[in-house]
């Protein structure tokens, strides 16, 4: 296996997924409002992404899973400070590559 730095990677400029399934658009936005205090990519940026993934339903779903995950512990933690939501979000996010970041308190 080939190791990489990550400042080194560059996204896809090929276009895999042009046409986006009707009502893409709208989860995204779902999922984008829910997570907008952590996770600043334009929905343009998201769009192109997705577009650019060769499975976007099975990313939407990814991405929609933490929404949820996030919203519920934030629902139940209602006073955490920016940094503590921005780790909240990083561990969520993390998980779903394998990766551990704990969630400091």
């Known amino acids: 296996m080939k190791k990489v730095n ?54 939407l779903e990814i991405w929609e899973d933490i929404a949820s995950a996030y919203e519920g512990y934030i629902m139940s933690h209602p006073n955490l400070s920016p940094d503590k939501k921005r780790n909240v979000f990083s561990s969520f996010l993390a998980k779903t590559v394998g990766m551990e970041i704990p969630i400091t308190n």
């Open 6 to 59: 990550l400042k080194d990677l560059r996204p896809s400029t090929t276009i895999s997924s042009p046409l986006l399934p009707t009502g893409f658009i709208e989860r995204v936005q779902v999922f984008k409002k829910v997570l907008a205090e952590v996770e600043k990519t334009t929905l343009e940026e998201t769009i192109l992404n997705f577009q650019r993934d060769q499975h976007p339903e099975k990313e």
